[in-house]
T-cell receptor, first 111, second 113 residues
Framework: QKEVEQNSGPLSVPEGAIASLNCTYS??????FFWYRQYSGKSPELIMS????GDKEDGRFTAQLNKASQYVSLLIRDSQPSDSATYLC???????????FGAGTTVTVRA | DGGITQSPKYLFRKEGQNVTLSCEQN?????MYWYRQDPGQGLRLIYY???????QKGDIAEGYSVSREKKESFPLTVTSAQKNPTAFYLC????????????FGSGTRLTVV
C-alpha cells in the first residue's frame, strides 16, 4: 500500500466550477498535511497546510482533514484557467519526519 | 529574501560523465532533500540530510552521491553509474521535523546528449 494516494486524473472542470481533489494516507499518526501546486516545467509551490481536523480556508482554496478516515482533500472554488496545474498531496510521516508525496492530480480548467 | 537556489537551470551531460548540481539555501533549515521527477511522474527521493555531515539514501540513490559539509549547501553528483539520468531534479529544505512542509528550489533539468 502506498503511503499517500491521490485520486487519479486528469480532472477537467469548467471555469467557475469547483474542483475537488482527494488524498488518503496510510500512517494513522501523521500530523501535518500539505497541498502543493506544480505548473508544467516548474517546481512545486506550497499552497495549503492543515494540521487539525476540519476545514481550513485560504481565498478560493479549502483544505479538509479527517484523521479518523485518514483523508485530506482540497477544494478549489470558482476555478480559473490559472488553476490548471498538477496538485500534489504531501503527508508528514512521523517515523522519520520526511514528507511522503502522492503522485499528483492534474487539473485542467477549461474556459 | 530567504530561499533555495539551484544551479544550473539546464545541464547537459555526455555519456560517462559525472555532473554536479548545486543547491544552496539561506532559510536556516536543518534538513535538505533531493528529488527526481520524470515526465508525468511524481517525486522520487534520491537522498536527504537532516543535519550537517550526515545524509541518508532515499528510494533511488543508486548512481548518485551527495555531501553535506555546510548547513546551507547540499550538492548532488550524478555519476556515470546512473544510466538514465535525464530528468528534472528538485532540491528542497525544511526544518528538521518537516512539520512546516518543504520549500523547493526552481529545479535543474538534466539532459544526456
Amino acid at each position: 500500500q502506498k503511503e499517500v494516494e491521490q485520486n487519479s486524473g486528469p480532472l477537467s472542470v469548467p471555469e467557475g466550477a469547483i474542483a475537488s481533489l482527494n488524498c488518503t494516507y496510510s500512517d494513522r499518526v501523521s500530523q501535518s498535511f500539505f497541498w502543493y501546486r506544480q505548473y508544467s516545467g516548474k517546481s512545486p509551490e506550497l499552497i495549503m497546510s492543515i494540521y487539525s481536523n476540519g476545514d481550513k480556508e485560504d481565498g478560493r482554496f479549502t483544505a479538509q482533514l479527517n484523521k479518523a478516515s485518514q483523508y485530506v482533500s482540497l477544494l478549489i472554488r470558482d476555478s480559473q484557467p490559472s488553476d490548471s496545474a498538477t496538485y500534489l498531496c504531501a503527508v508528514n510521516i512521523r517515523t522519520d519526519y520526511k514528507l511522503s508525496f502522492g503522485a499528483g492530480t492534474t487539473v485542467t480548467v477549461r474556459a | 529574501d530567504g530561499g533555495i537556489t539551484q544551479s544550473p537551470k539546464y545541464l547537459f551531460r555526455k555519456e560517462g560523465q559525472n555532473v554536479t548540481l548545486s543547491c544552496e539555501q539561506n532559510l536556516n533549515h536543518d534538513a535538505m532533500y533531493w528529488y527526481r521527477q520524470d515526465p508525468g511522474q511524481g517525486l522520487r527521493l534520491i537522498y536527504y540530510s537532516q543535519i550537517v555531515n550526515d545524509f541518508q539514501k532515499g528510494d533511488i540513490a543508486e548512481g548518485y552521491s551527495v555531501s553535506r559539509e555546510k548547513k546551507e549547501s547540499f550538492p548532488l553528483t550524478v555519476t556515470s553509474a546512473q544510466k538514465n539520468p535525464t530528468a528534472f531534479y528538485l532540491c528542497a529544505s525544511s526544518i528538521r521535523q518537516g512539520t512546516d512542509g518543504y520549500t523547493f528550489g526552481s529545479g535543474t533539468r538534466l539532459t544526456v546528449v
